[in-house]
């Protein structure tokens, strides 16, 4: 087992032994799994440092009546069977109230297929997948707090099919992921009338996407729509741009604005269009993007940036928290996930949250951006 620690205010060491947890007794716990090494660490460790921004806010003003927050996190280097024994490990080591946090959606479907949150009877929330294969389970433990992957999908296909797009090309993972989200972006431009020319894929966990990249070259799309990690969908612009493919590459939010750049350079990134699910980071006018900056002025977390991830993260801790409040003190597992199902129209700061029994995708929230020739995303 992997421990992780995090510096500066983020900093918050995954306690092992019943004895450690004993001596917190009166905190409440949450526990998250997911990637902190391989090609999806910047993804965990920014989704977990948002939302350690946001716990370290409510503790310092006193906690959730009056008691701390504390999140514990295991790494799973984004593999599935980890991502099950390390669920179990901590729910036996530290007794958490949540999940929370977990990234990528073949390691929350494995979750749900092996029955890790019903037989704890433990909700989890804000995972970082939007798939329809977890959306349409509807699972009464799942909480989302992004829009599903068909919704960026869809926002991604009208946007281009009314200026007058067409052909439409595909690189994604091959994965449970890229499969499901493949499926959605098929389907879009079918419905838009648009002709899907080519399909390219890459392994889980490697950046090999040379193949895919001649593919589809040679059909030359006017577009080419990456389900892919931030990773992957770096080095598949870059081979692309050297090829002297010049189509308009558009990625989903799994895939980072600011790592693209770091990887590939400004020049090679400049025009990839993005959607996003949280508000942008830099917004000075959106409320909750403003308490995100207030707070790491304050805070000053350290070796992360405030991206579109962090967002996400704090956005999801804040809705968590929320449930906390509303489920009193001494929250149990089954008050905080009648908690969560309370929520109506939930002003998490200008992002609203909505939750049911029957509807557990709590935000419909999706924006496009692009990236300009100094590296920076424009709306």
């Known amino acids: 087992m992997k421990l992780i620690s ?14 450690s947890f004993s001596a917190h007794a009166a905190d409440i716990v949450v ?15 920014h989704m977990r440092a948002g939302a350690q921004l946001y716990f370290d806010a409510v503790n310092a003003a006193g906690g959730i009546h009056g008691a701390k927050i504390r999140l514990l996190s295991k790494d799973d280097g984004y593999k599935t069977e980890e991502t099950i024994r390390l669920a179990r490990e901590l729910l036996k080591e530290a007794q958490p109230v949540a999940f929370f946090g977990f990234v990528g959606t073949g390691n929350v479907e494995a979750i749900l297929e092996n029955k890790v949150l019903s037989e704890a009877g433990i909700p989890l929330v804000a995972v970082r997948t939007g798939a329809a294969s977890v959306v349409q389970r509807n699972d009464p ?14 926002k991604i296909v009208d946007q281009y099919a009314t200026t007058g797009y067409s052909s439409f090309a595909i690189l994604y993972q091959d994965d449970a992921f890229g499969r499901d989200v493949l499926g959605s972006a098929e389907a879009a431009i079918k419905e838009a009338g648009g002709r899907l020319v080519a399909t390219g894929s890459y392994a ?22 990456m389900i892919a990690n931030t990773a992957a969908s770096s080095e598949f612009l870059k081979q ?12 989903l939010s799994v895939t980072d604005a600011a790592q693209v750049v770091k990887r590939i350079g400004a020049d090679k990134a400049a025009g990839l269009v993005l959607t996003q699910v949280v508000p942008d980071p830099n917004s000075p006018t959106v409320p909750l993007i403003k308490e995100v900056q ?15 991830t962090f967002v996400e993260g704090y956005l999801g801790a804040k809705v968590l928290a929320e449930a906390l409040r509303r489920a009193g003190p001494n929250p149990t597992r089954q008050k905080v996930r009648e908690a969560l199902e309370s929520m109506k129209n939930y002003d998490a700061g200008e992002v609203f949250i909505s939750f049911s029994a029957n509807r557990h995708t709590g935000s419909r929230y999706v924006d496009i951006t692009i990236l300009n020739q100094a590296g920076k995303l424009l709306r």
């Open 240 to 251: 692309s741009r050297e090829d002297g493919n010049f189509a308009q590459y558009v990625a």
């Open 294 to 308: 207030h707070n790491f002025a304050k805070f000053k977390p350290k070796d992360v940036t405030a991206n579109h």
């Open 141 to 154: 433990l799942l909480f989302m707090t992004r829009a599903s992957y068909a919704a960026e999908v869809q």
């Open 204 to 225: 889980k966990n490697t950046t090999d996407v040379g193949a895919a990249v001649k593919t589809i070259a040679a059909a030359k799309p006017q577009a080419v729509i």
């Open 31 to 45: 526990g998250q799994v997911a990637a902190f090494s391989g090609p999806l660490a910047p993804t965990g460790t």
């Open 6 to 19: 995090f510096p500066g205010s983020v900093l918050a060491t995954v306690l092992i032994g019943l004895a």
